[in-house]
């Protein structure tokens, strides 16, 4: 029988806006939940069906940033996260846009990693990257405890910002957009290591037309009970339209200034919008990155998910 192969924590993820040894005073508890997506993968959707599986209600004492922080980012003070992590007395669910191998591995925790078709991350990462407040990234400059490389605001046209961002490695080094990060080599750190029993693969279009589904499915992976006749509200808390309509609390450090406009952040949650910007050349681009990176079942799963 082959050994089982554990993650192991061999690479550090920085830039303006995150660190991942952020992570180094991090103290587990059993049954802690990581939420783990490249940027604009469906984030704040697994975090917010976290809190619907956890409290089993749909309204909230605090806003969902509140419960369930990006530990990387550096908004805020390491400290300020850690305590606000240790004082919690309910089941926690942590975000971090960090790839696996930079992220520390403890058997007692969940990882929930959310993948999305490459091509519609980088549509909602255009968008995300215009409702960013200066001075949020001037912020999250002040909080970084390492030397900043210069920024690098990449190409004006989009089709050629695609193409650099799909090439890029996504590995330390080689981070040339700073709010964002390879799907590619992120989703691959987590799928080498799918069969281990406390890390569940999720895949965005899979939320998107098996809402209900999907979520029994992650209640089963967290061994979360929950009774049928709350079933309904749940999932309709958990719909794209509602989250937008509840920006204010929902938005990931809204409270913090961080966003022009809070309900501009859920942007269209639509699918294939891609077609209308990419060209001839960056798909070819786009094609040649996933034949050469990825096996051809994770290839399959990152564009289609589990149920396409």
């Not at 490695?169 to 750190?189: A, W």
């Amino acid at each position: 029988m082959n050994k089982m192969q554990w993650p192991e924590r061999t690479a550090t993820y920085r830039s303006f806006a995150y660190d991942s040894k952020r992570w180094d005073g991090f103290v587990p508890r059993a049954g802690d939940i990581a939420i783990c997506t490249p940027p604009k993968c469906g984030t704040t959707w697994m975090q917010m069906i976290c809190a619907l599986l956890i409290f089993q209600k749909t309204e909230f004492d605090r806003p969902l940033s509140g419960y369930s922080p990006w530990l990387d980012m550096l908004i805020a003070p390491v400290e300020d996260v850690l305590d606000n992590l240790d004082a919690q007395k309910n089941r926690r669910f942590i975000k971090t846009h960090t790839p696996l191998d930079g992220l520390p591995y403890y058997e007692q925790m969940s990882y929930i990693c959310v993948g999305r078709d490459p091509r519609d991350a980088f549509m909602s990462m255009e968008a995300h990257q215009r409702n960013v407040r200066p001075e949020a990234m001037a912020k999250m400059m002040e909080n970084a405890t390492f030397p900043l490389p210069p920024f690098d605001p990449g190409p004006k046209e989009p089709e050629a910002r695609f193409i650099r961002w799909i090439k890029a490695s996504g590995k330390p080094g080689d981070e040339k957009d700073p709010l964002s990060s390879s799907v590619l080599h992120y989703v691959e750190s987590f799928w080498r290591f799918r069969q281990l029993p406390n890390i569940l693969m999720v895949h965005y279009s899979d939320l998107k037309n098996d809402l209900a589904g999907e979520m029994r499915r992650i209640a089963d992976f967290l061994d979360i009970a929950v009774r049928e006749d709350l079933w309904p509200a749940l999932v309709d808390a958990a719909r794209f339209e509602n989250m937008k309509a509840n920006a204010d609390q929902l938005a990931p450090d809204a409270e913090a200034g961080i966003w022009q406009d809070n309900s501009g952040f859920f942007n269209k949650g639509k699918s294939g919008q891609w077609a209308d910007l990419l060209g001839d050349e960056a798909l070819a681009a786009y094609q040649g990155e996933m034949q050469a990176r990825l096996e051809p079942e994770l290839a399959h799963w990152l564009e289609n998910g589990r149920l396409g």
